[in-house]
């Protein structure tokens, strides 16, 4: 069957596939000129990107797929998963699904499994054996065991009255419990746990949390961690928070933390009562089931930060006056937590150099819609660039309820709920040579802001849109590498960017609301629904509803004129949204192009 070509110029096409064909099956398109048929890609197939937790899962957990064309003719109730063991030829078992859509499908671990390394093949019942996505690699073991003795703090002399200070007391406990852990071996085969029963504790300094320890307390609004009036910290400290060392196994859970006004600035751009911006090296960090309670007047004073941590999962936290700031961490996992924003801070989570993040379930709005002291500037999620690269994204199932900067807040640009900013075009050059996983330049010089994620973007010629993360980059032979291969391999007609990007971007099944007057407010809100404001390639945006903006989806090809970096453009590719319900907004959608330097074109974003 022939495709209808609807735009062809030689290093791209368009083309409309015939009315024919059965729905949501999986189709194979050749390209065919004179001089032959090419290679075919495969339209509607399976496409897993990761999996969530990918090592350290045990039977009986429910573990998440994410990518796109994951569901049965794109729906909500059908997918396969099949698990086999690598490197053998045994046959493997089928996973019991427990939730679909076509972006995201969960599984049960099989009861039957052994301990091992396995594979996850996953099909949405289109393409036969052509049709299957994989593999995906998943490690299952032992379940972890909070198997240690309990560290009643009450037992070390802490009141929890809300007056005396129970500071003393609690770092008492907290060495026992320690000491207990290290006695039993290393690794600490005895896991502990560091118990706070019902009560208001008053604090004068933070609680640096160590690993293979549990800090628990009886449940939000029953135990309190609270700063009291002569509470001290530094810019690297909080209430709670980590050292500069590598640490594991942590689970902090059921508490209140409360600022009570006392947990002051200090010279950092921000503070935040939950501190692990500079740690190294984290893993296996698990909050639940907790208040965090910013009452400090400003908005540098905040909720969270993490830096630096592999599986960092935050979920039922409910989140109060601050945001939640993450830097240079993957798989990350954020559920069914709640923000009220104050004070014009800027948005509930900062995302920065993520892999693998999940954003599902929560809801995000200003506290007091009738105080100008009670509302934040309408950001739900900033995925910004400024850290390097960002890729493989979920935010689903969230909804904001008239959130939004109030008329007369200071930022005009503001009130973008789903935002991708500061991503950045750091060398942009001809290929002198390419193969399917490296690109060799003449003039690649080191750049003294190198961030260890970035991405490889054609911008122009052979291979035009596609977009890798670089694994290495050789500066004595200009070579870099990417992982994985390129689908066309880029050659001297080529543009290619080395960027700090945000790619793979799902946004699904969200509920995003603005102010009631933004459809005809014309000045004091930048207000987006989404924006993909420049580097971002291959978003999806589907079945969202969106209502009270000033704009509901914005895509943006920006122009860069730095005078410290190449003067070039920073475009999208691969956009596409579908299914979103736009209602009460002053415009629907707009796709704006900078004017690039280089006549590249490249600004141009492809939606």
């Known amino acids: 069957i022939v495709g209808s070509i609807q735009r062809l110029d030689g290093m791209k096409a368009a083309v409309?596939?015939?009315?024919?064909?059965?729905?949501?099956?999986?189709?194979?398109?050749?390209?065919?000129?004179?001089?032959?048929?090419?290679?075919?890609?495969?339209?509607?197939?399976t496409d897993a990107w990761w999996l969530s937790p990918n090592d350290a899962?045990?039977?009986?957990?429910?573990?998440?797929?994410?990518?796109?064309?994951?569901?049965?003719?794109?729906?909500?109730?059908?997918?396969?998963?099949?698990?086999?063991?690598?490197?053998?030829?045994?046959?493997?078992?089928?996973?019991?699904?427990?939730?679909?859509?076509?972006?995201?499908?969960?599984?049960?671990?099989?009861?039957?499994?052994?301990?091992?390394?396995?594979?996850?093949?996953?099909?949405?019942?289109?393409?036969?054996?052509?049709?299957?996505?994989?593999p995906l690699a998943l490690t299952v073991t032992d379940a972890y065991q909070w198997n240690g003795a309990s560290f009643n703090v009450r037992d070390y002399g802490a009141t929890a009255n809300g007056i005396t200070d129970d500071t003393e007391a609690i770092m008492k406990a907290h060495s026992a419990a320690l000491a207990y852990r290290d006695h039993s071996g290393s690794p600490a085969t005895l896991h502990p746990t560091l118990y706070f029963p019902a009560g208001t504790y008053l604090m004068n300094r933070g609680l640096s949390l160590k690993h293979d320890v549990r800090y628990l307390g009886e449940g939000k609004g029953l135990t309190i961690l609270r700063c009291g009036d002569q509470f001290?910290?530094?810019?690297?400290?909080?209430?709670?928070?980590?050292?500069?060392?590598?640490?594991?196994?942590?689970?902090?859970?059921?508490?209140?933390?409360?600022?009570?006004?006392?947990f002051t600035e200090t010279s950092f751009p921000y503070d935040y009562l939950l501190c692990f911006t500079f740690v190294s090296q984290w893993k296996d960090i698990h909050l639940s089931n907790l208040d965090?309670?910013?009452?400090?007047?400003?908005?540098?004073?905040?909720?969270?930060?993490?830096?630096?941590?592999?599986?960092?999962?935050?979920?039922?936290?409910?989140?109060?006056?601050?945001?939640?700031?993450?830097?240079?961490?993957?798989?990350?996992?954020?559920?069914?937590?709640?923000?009220?924003?104050?004070?014009?801070?800027f948005t509930?989570?900062?995302?920065?150099?993520?892999?693998?993040?999940?954003?599902?379930?929560?809801?995000c709005a200003d506290r007091d819609i009738n105080s100008d002291t009670g509302q934040g500037l309408g950001r739900f999620v900033i995925l910004g660039g400024y850290l390097?690269?960002?890729?493989?994204?979920?935010?689903?199932?969230?909804?904001?309820?008239?959130?939004?900067?109030?008329?007369?807040?200071?930022?005009?640009?503001?009130?973008e709920q789903i935002l991708s900013e500061g991503n950045d075009v750091r060398y942009e050059g001809i290929p002198a040579s390419a193969t399917p996983t490296t690109v060799t330049f003449d003039n690649l010089a080191p750049d003294p802001q190198q961030r260890t994620s970035q991405t490889a973007v054609v911008v122009k010629g052979k291979g035009l849109g596609q977009s890798r993360p670089v694994t290495t980059i050789n500066y004595s032979n200009q070579t870099i590498t990417v992982s994985p291969a390129w689908n066309v391999v880029p050659d001297s007609t080529s543009i290619v960017q080395i960027a700090w990007t945000t790619d793979r971007c799902v946004i699904y099944h969200n509920t995003l609301d603005g102010k009631r007057d933004y459809a005809t407010r014309f000045n004091n809100s930048n207000s987006c629904a989404m924006l993909a404001y420049g580097g971002?390639?291959?978003?999806?945006?589907?079945?969202n509803t969106i209502t009270h903006m000033r704009?509901?989806?914005?895509?943006?090809?920006?122009?860069?004129?730095?005078?410290?970096?190449?003067?070039?453009?920073?475009?999208?590719?691969?956009?596409?949204?579908?299914?979103?319900?736009?209602?009460?907004?002053?415009?629907?959608?707009?796709?704006?192009?900078?004017?690039?330097?280089?006549?590249?074109?490249?600004?141009?974003?492809?939606?």
């Open 536 to 543: 971002c390639n291959e978003w999806i945006a589907d079945s």
């Open 16 to 45: 409309t596939l015939p009315a024919s064909l059965p729905p949501w099956s999986t189709y194979f398109l050749w390209p065919k000129n004179s001089a032959g048929t090419g290679y075919p890609i495969a339209v509607n197939r």
């Open 232 to 262: 001290q910290h530094t810019s690297d400290q909080g209430l709670i928070y980590g050292e500069r060392d590598t640490q594991h196994d942590i689970e902090l859970s059921s508490l209140s933390l409360d600022s009570n006004g006392h």
């Open 348 to 363: 509930a989570i900062t995302a920065q150099a993520l892999t693998a993040v999940s954003i599902t379930t929560g809801a």
């Open 551 to 607: 704009y509901a989806i914005g895509v943006m090809g920006l122009a860069k004129h730095y005078p410290d970096k190449v003067a070039t453009s920073e475009s999208c590719f691969f956009n596409f949204y579908a299914n979103t319900s736009i209602r009460e907004c002053y415009r629907g959608c707009f796709c704006y192009a900078d004017t690039a330097t280089d006549n590249t074109g490249a600004a141009i974003p492809r939606v």
């Open 57 to 134: 899962a045990t039977r009986g957990d429910t573990i998440s797929v994410f990518g796109c064309n994951l569901s049965h003719n794109g729906g909500t109730t059908i997918s396969w998963v099949y698990l086999k063991t690598v490197g053998t030829a045994t046959p493997g078992d089928w996973a019991i699904v427990t939730s679909v859509n076509p972006y995201r499908v969960q599984f049960t671990v099989p009861s039957q499994l052994a301990n091992g390394n396995y594979e996850v093949w996953i099909h949405n019942g289109h393409g036969a054996s052509y049709g299957w996505s994989g």
């Open 292 to 345: 965090i309670e910013v009452s400090n007047t400003g908005n540098r004073v905040n909720a969270a930060s993490f830096g630096d941590i592999t599986r960092l999962t935050i979920a039922s936290c409910d989140l109060a006056g601050g945001n939640i700031n993450l830097m240079n961490s993957n798989h990350v996992d954020i559920h069914q937590c709640s923000f009220s924003l104050v004070n014009d801070v």
């Open 388 to 415: 390097g690269s960002q890729r493989n994204i979920y935010i689903g199932d969230n909804h904001t309820v008239d959130y939004g900067p109030r008329a007369g807040a200071a930022d005009f640009n503001s009130g």
